[in-house]
């Protein structure tokens, strides 16, 4: 047969409204559309060749027609009458074409031998045939071939049913090359006809196929050869012989391996169906696609014959028939709406059949690919309905609603299962119309974020153009303009269609909208430096804006139960004090972290040096609270009002970055590793002779070091303070935290008394003035206040145990108390604090020389307790040691107008005066206490015979009453009874 101009029955490639239609009905190699056509034609032809008409002559009629060419109602005498009416048409909500019926009957009158002159030719009504004939586009050379071919099979067997014809088969041994124009013609034919045998038999058979079938092989063999020769088809030709018992073994298998009736070769999936809706796109008229013949239901009928070849059945002919007039209302651009009505309609019959207990998997396999592909491609439409419904909308989008959900029903409830049982019935329901609800939601909102991106591209805007121009401000007011037109336009047209599946479509639209260019204010606004009347404008224009589409809302939800209440709060607000409130927090942020950096620069290059006699303190501290100040003025420059979180905001930020310094300030070590190390207890050895000599020997020293002190006579009245520069820093780290903590004090004063800040009704009564504390900076004054402690601490500790051991320490009653009292000390000790107070800012002295003289009191303790061997006291030397202590006393108390007072030298003094005073007590007395408070300490009571005295711990906490401090006294004294006593409790050595 001819080939004709290629109709598509699949998407085309060249419209957008058909291109993203996918066939669902998988694809075939090597056979195209015009190959389909004409194969469906050939098996019509053969199923319906005993019907009248079909053999050959031309009595059978359709319908009678008038004079004037109109079809005449069957039954009815000279076309007298209504005219005729299609049932399907009718079911499916279709027109009849009528008057246009004339345009499918066949020219057969004379025009001046007509028995009326004057009168138009007569036109007789054409057979199902011709009709076909024509729909199908079949030539007819190409129709009688097939005729006579038929005859030919049928020579002697007329009862012969169709469904026993391999016609691919019988057509290769009937036709010759002679009867086609030329050997290429026939070639190509020829090939035609392997193709579908190898698609039926090979390539998609009804029954599995093995694939060491001989058969098979043997035949892919011959279709490969035919490629670039044509077989030999003569009778006696082996090529033939081969061929027809390859394909008679193949086509007469049976699925269940049983003799069948039937011959299997078009009837598998999904060769059968391209097929079977090649043949179904014969009931569009050929000169206007989008109608449908009068004629549709005998041509239905008929096509039922084809079935059993096919293997088509009810459910898969309205699966089928439904997939047709969705694909022609697609491919004919969408304009006719009774195709769509009528897919909608066949549809219910998808259904019914997809609830059936007895469908195939094939069945269930081709349903839901046909199902799912025209959901896609409505849903597309569906997701973007302003651009796709613009022009139509009340219509089409009406129609192709339903057809959505009637699709996803059939998806998710029918051909899942059987119906559920009553009692779940209502839950069903009420789910399937939250289930329409939510997909009705999520057209509504990316219809409008798709029209909203296309406003922004219409206005050339993306985030490269979002900066403080008056261009940009500009175009975001007209963007508010055309958002708000947006809203108005889907509220008037496209909401009264919606709202028959979603409670409040304009409701949603309007969110969305309120959304989508919320976004785009807060990109806007996130690029804002300064509030300038640009950026006002904007936010007004966008107020306006916020209060249509709150108000549409509102409309919208006047049904609900909260009258739209619930809608709104779902609804970010354009609240000005909120983006402005957005905006000093990033600005806030930037601020900071300016002032972070600092931070981290201070850390690497502060020398802890001062910058001035006048500025006692690090350079550093000076720039950050420089920093802080600037910080907080430019705040209070925003021209708009400052609520008191954001002020709070603002003070953390700050309060952070004060703590990180005042750390950093403090990071100086600990005053314990400035401590000596306590020395082993052992007992006196004043007796031998190698300690006279060291004794001696230790004498002459510390008298040759009091004469260096005190040689020449400017150096003997004013010793050198021996305060280091180490120490010195630690000074200035005080003086740094001291400037800050009242730099901060100063700054939270700004801050509370500013008119400018907005009270916080929640924070009313949040932070309120505690005595000394602060209410924006508190946690910063508390962590500065520990940090001055410590560095206090570090720097006394330092000077007394560091810098001022060799005139404390190291040499303070070395060998005997008499020669090696604390008048040395004392001097240097008083220069030292004079360079103290010199160096240290007046609110850091009272804490920096109660340090010192705690430092000073421990070191005395450590003489007497820790001192090492070279010390040894004898019970004589207490009023020596009280006297020297008294003197040290007096420093401190005489040290500035009154920066320690009496009352807090003699109460730190107490536990100094507690140890001298057991220095002053019999060694009896002392063993006694001893031995009392030792057994106190471990808890064994009262000594009794045999038993052994406890080693007390040493905890470094020196009291009168602690055993460890006794003991150490003991071990210090220099005579025969403690000796005694300390080598019978505890075994210790002499001293060497």
């Known amino acids: 047969m001819g080939h004709q101009a290629r109709r598509e029955f699949q998407p085309a490639s060249n419209t957008v409204e058909v291109s993203d239609l996918v066939w669902p009905f998988g694809r075939l190699d090597g056979i195209d559309d015009d190959d389909l056509r004409e194969t469906a034609y050939e098996v019509f032809f053969t199923a319906c060749r005993s019907s009248p008409g079909f053999g050959g002559g031309r009595h059978s009629m359709i319908h009678p027609a008038t004079e004037g060419g109109e079809p005449a109602s069957p039954g009815k005498v000279n076309g007298v009458g209504m005219a005729v009416t299609s049932r399907i048409k009718k079911a499916l909500g279709l027109k009849m074409l009528g008057k246009f019926q004339s345009r499918r009957a066949s020219s057969i009158g004379s025009g001046c031998n007509s028995p009326v002159a004057g009168r138009s030719r007569v036109r007789l009504p054409m057979t199902s045939a011709e009709i076909m004939r024509q729909q199908m586009r079949v030539t007819e050379p190409s129709d009688n071939r097939l005729r006579k071919t038929l005859m030919r099979i049928l020579v002697g067997q007329m009862n012969r ?46 029954a599995p196929l093995d694939p060491s079938n001989p058969f098979a092989a043997r035949l892919q063999d011959i279709i490969r050869s035919a490629d670039a020769k044509a077989v030999d088809v003569a009778k006696n030709s082996e090529s033939m012989r081969a061929l027809c018992n390859c394909v008679v073994s193949l086509a007469w298998r049976s699925s269940e391996g049983s003799p069948d009736d039937v011959c299997h070769w078009a009837d598998g999936y999904p060769l059968n169906v391209h097929i079977y809706t090649a043949l179904l796109h014969s009931i569009f008229d050929l000169k206007d696609d989008t109608l449908i013949l009068d004629e549709v239901d005998e041509l239905l009928e008929l096509m039922k014959k ?11 002919h309205n699966l089928c028939f439904t997939w047709v007039l969705f694909q022609q209302f697609v491919v004919t651009g969408e304009v006719e709406p009774e195709l769509l009505g009528g897919a909608l309609a066949m549809l219910k019959e998808v259904a019914a059949d997809a609830k059936r207990a007895d469908r195939e998997l094939v069945y269930v396999k081709m349903m839901s690919a046909a199902l799912n592909s025209m959901k896609k491609w409505a849903e597309r439409r569906l997701f973007c309905y302003h651009g ?67 406003l922004l591209e219409n206005e050339k805007f993306d985030d490269t153009t979002l900066e403080v121009v008056p261009e940009v401000a500009e175009t975001l007011i007209k963007l508010a303009k055309e958002t708000e037109e947006l809203a108005l336009k889907e509220k008037l047209i496209f909401s009264p269609v919606l709202k028959k599946w979603h409670p409040i479509p304009a409701g949603v639209a309007a969110m969305t909208l309120h959304t989508c260019y919320g976004t785009l204010l807060k990109q806007f606004m996130a690029g804002v430096s300064l509030l300038s009347a640009e950026a006002i404008n904007v936010l007004h224009r966008a107020g306006k804006l916020e209060k249509v589409l709150v108000q549409m809302v509102v409309e919208d939800s006047a049904d609900c139960e909260d009258g739209g209440k619930g809608t709104v709060r779902e609804m970010v607000p354009y609240e000005v004090d909120s983006i402005i409130s957005n905006f000093l927090k990033q600005w806030m942020h930037e601020r900071l972290k300016k002032g972070k950096v600092f931070l981290q620069r201070a850390k690497e290059t502060e020398s802890w040096s001062a910058r001035s006699k006048g500025e006692p303190y690090a350079h550093s501290a000076v720039e950050l609270m420089l920093i802080a100040k600037h910080t907080v003025d430019d705040f209070f420059e925003i021209p708009l009002g400052i609520s008191e979180d954001l002020a709070h905001d603002l003070a953390d930020g700050l309060e952070n970055i004060f703590g990180e310094f005042a750390t950093f300030v403090a990071s100086c070590g600990s005053k314990q590793s400035y401590v000596p190390n306590l020395p082993p207890l052992t007992r006196c050895s004043s007796g031998s002779k190698i300690f006279k000599l060291w004794r001696k020997a230790s004498h002459c020293s510390v008298r040759a070091h009091e004469t260096h002190l005190q040689g020449g006579s400017n150096e003997g009245q004013h010793p050198r303070p021996s305060t280091s520069r180490g120490t010195q820093r630690l000074f200035i780290r005080l003086n740094t935290l001291h400037y800050l903590l009242s730099q901060i004090q100063s700054l939270d004063k700004t801050l509370s008394l500013s008119p400018r800040i907005v009270p916080s009704p929640k924070n009313h009564h949040k932070h309120r003035h505690h005595g000394f504390s602060s209410c924006y900076f508190e946690k910063a004054c508390l962590g500065i206040q520990a940090a001055i402690q410590r560095v206090s601490e570090v720097a006394a500790y330092r000077l007394i145990f560091l810098d001022s051991s060799y005139v404390f320490y190291d040499s303070l009653y070395v060998g005997d108390v008499v020669n090696s009292r604390i008048r040395p000390a004392l001097r240097i000790l008083k220069q030292n604090l004079t360079l103290l107070c010199t160096i240290v800012t007046e609110r850091a002295q009272p804490l920096a020389l109660k340090e010192v003289m705690r430092a000073t009191f421990e070191a005395f303790l450590m003489v007497l307790l820790a001192g090492g061997s070279s010390r040894t006291f004898l019970r004589e030397d207490h009023d020596m040691i009280e006297e020297d202590f008294d003197s040290l006393k007096r420093v401190f108390c005489a040290c500035g107008e009154g920066l320690i007072s009496e009352d807090v030298v003699e109460r730190e003094g107490e536990t100094v005066e507690g140890v001298v005073a057991l220095m002053g007590q019999r060694t009896e007395h002392l063993v006694e206490d001893f031995s009392i408070v030792a057994c106190e300490a471990s808890g064994i009571g009262i000594m009794g015979t045999g038993k052994k005295l406890p080693m007390p711990p040493t905890t470094g906490r020196w009291h009168r009453l602690d055993p460890n401090t006794i003991l150490r006294v003991l071990c210090h004294r220099n005579d025969r009874a403690a000796n005694d006593f300390l080598k019978k409790a505890f075994q210790l050595a002499k001293r060497r």
């Open 161 to 206: 049913r169709a469904e026993t014809i391999i016609l691919p088969l019988e057509l290769l041994r009937h036709l010759k090359p002679a009867e086609f124009n030329n050997a290429s013609e026939y070639h190509f034919w020829q090939k035609r006809q392997l193709s579908l045998l190898q698609a039926g038999l090979l390539h998609h058979p009804s």
């Open 306 to 316: 084809t079935w059993l070849t096919l293997g088509i059945n009810r459910s898969i």
């Open 388 to 454: 796709a419904f613009d022009r139509a909308p009340a219509g089409l989008m009406e129609s192709l609603l339903p057809l959505v959900f009637s699709i996803n029903k059939i998806l998710e409830d029918d051909a899942i299962g059987f119906p559920a049982a009553d009692q779940q019935q209502k839950v069903d329901v009420v789910s399937a119309t939250d289930s329409t609800r939510n997909r009705v939601d999520r057209y509504i909102r990316s219809s409008l974020k798709y029209e909203f991106a296309k």
